[in-house]
């Protein structure tokens, strides 16, 4: 389990394939204490620490987990948002985040607004109905609250603020037009889905 508090931007620094896609992540974390086998989220995808040395810890990312995130996230020199796994009485700064990816969502607008900056989101159609104003999501691996919620013909879009500290110490500091990102949904969300849909075949 994660929080959605960012604590380290890392640095791609190596891909290789030979077999599942090995990442090298360069990072500030100290590595003497990553255990061979933890968890740590990479823009909001849970993977394992495979192995490490002072400066960087490597993952293995299977094609399933490829296909399904962030087009372009796993290529030499991106930047990730990363979280270590959370301890039994660590404070929840954010919310609760499994590092299960729900979805890809894209960028449509970013506008300034004083030192802040406004960032309007599309949904895919199938995450539409887990918006809600004031809820919680995770965008590459960052928790943030909706601020508004809007249903086009074309699909949901939502709307976030994003705070001078939040774009100081994560990568949505120069996120982009266009640019696909990491969607999770609230848990909670994804539960009561879970029991409505159980109700209906009641």
């Given at each position: 389990?994660?929080?959605?508090?960012?604590?380290?931007?890392?640095?791609?620094?190596?891909?290789?394939?030979?077999?599942?896609?090995?990442?090298?992540?360069?990072?500030?974390?100290?590595?003497?204490?990553?255990?061979?086998?933890?968890?740590?989220a990479?823009?909001?995808?849970?993977?394992?620490?495979?192995?490490?040395?002072?400066?960087?810890?490597?993952?293995?990312?299977?094609?399933?987990?490829?296909?399904?995130t962030?087009?372009d996230?796993?290529?030499?020199?991106?930047?990730?948002?990363?979280?270590?796994?959370?301890?039994?009485g660590?404070?929840?700064?954010?919310?609760?985040?499994?590092?299960?990816?729900?979805?890809?969502?894209?960028?449509?607008?970013?506008?300034h607004?004083?030192?802040?900056?406004?960032?309007?989101?599309?949904?895919?159609?199938?995450?539409?109905?887990?918006?809600?104003?004031?809820?919680?999501?995770?965008?590459?691996?960052?928790?943030?609250?909706?601020?508004?919620?809007s249903?086009?013909?074309?699909?949901?879009?939502?709307?976030?603020?994003?705070?001078?500290?939040?774009?100081?110490?994560?990568?949505l500091?120069?996120?982009?037009?266009?640019?696909?990102?990491?969607?999770?949904i609230?848990?909670?969300?994804?539960?009561?889905?879970r029991?409505?849909?159980?109700?209906?075949?009641?």
């Amino acid at each position: 389990m994660f929080t959605g508090i960012v604590t380290d931007i890392g640095t791609i620094e190596s891909v290789a394939t030979p077999g599942d896609t090995r990442i090298v992540v360069r990072t500030a974390y100290d590595t003497a204490t990553v255990d061979l086998g933890a968890s740590i989220a990479c823009s909001g995808v849970c993977l394992t620490v495979v192995d490490k040395a002072p400066g960087w810890f490597a993952v293995d990312v299977s094609g399933e987990t490829i296909r399904r995130t962030a087009r372009d996230q796993w290529t030499q020199g991106h930047r990730l948002n990363l979280e270590r796994a959370m301890k039994l009485g660590d404070e929840l700064g954010g919310h609760i985040v499994t590092g299960h990816v729900d979805g890809v969502a894209e960028i449509l607008d970013i506008t300034h607004e004083g030192d802040s900056v406004r960032i309007t989101v599309a949904l895919p159609p199938e995450l539409g109905a887990f918006a809600a104003p004031k809820g919680s999501i995770t965008i590459d691996g960052v928790s943030l609250t909706v601020n508004a919620v809007s249903d086009t013909p074309e699909g949901t879009n939502f709307t976030i603020n994003i705070i001078p500290h939040t774009q100081a110490m994560t990568t949505l500091g120069a996120i982009a037009v266009g640019q696909s990102v990491n969607i999770e949904i609230d848990v909670l969300a994804r539960y009561l889905q879970r029991m409505e849909a159980y109700r209906a075949k009641a």
